[in-house]
């Protein structure tokens, strides 16, 4: 049974950081493409990141340079998200997901079929 478990997240004062993992249990994890989603209340999921088998990561272009997505290696089946300088507006769940594919050709929630049940992040001072 395949299995995302989101972890890291937590309240943090804007201009801090947070790193979430996501472990990843039950797939093969070298051949997942996977992915950040976000959602705050009374909005849409929202994309972040993701990133395929040979490493390529993308970002919508108002989160580049803030989000920085890798996955480890060599046994160690987890997803990672830095984020740096938080700011109020990245308030919300972060979920986790993956598809069974080594490459990532959409870049949409719709694409992804397996999510983690998601960690809060909440930025307030």
């Known amino acids: 049974q395949v299995h995302l478990v989101e972890s890291g997240g937590g309240t943090v004062p804007p201009g801090g950081s947070l790193k979430l993992s996501c472990a990843a249990s039950?797939?093969?994890?070298?051949?997942?493409?996977m992915g950040w989603f976000r959602q705050s209340p009374g909005q849409e999921r929202e994309r972040v990141s993701q990133?395929?088998?040979?490493?390529?990561?993308?970002y919508p272009d108002a989160l580049k340079g803030r989000f920085t997505i890798s996955r480890g290696d060599n046994g160690n089946n987890t997803l990672y998200l830095q984020i740096d300088n938080l700011k109020p507006e990245d308030t919300g769940v972060y979920y986790c997901?993956?598809?069974?594919?080594?490459?990532?050709?959409?870049?949409?929630?719709?694409?992804?079929?397996?999510w983690g049940q998601g960690t809060q992040v909440t930025v307030s001072s």
């Open positions: 990133v395929d088998r040979p490493g390529r990561a993308w």
């Open positions: 039950g797939l093969t994890y070298s051949d997942q493409c």
């Open positions: 997901a993956a598809r069974a594919v080594r490459f990532c050709t959409h870049f949409a929630a719709e694409f992804f079929d397996t």
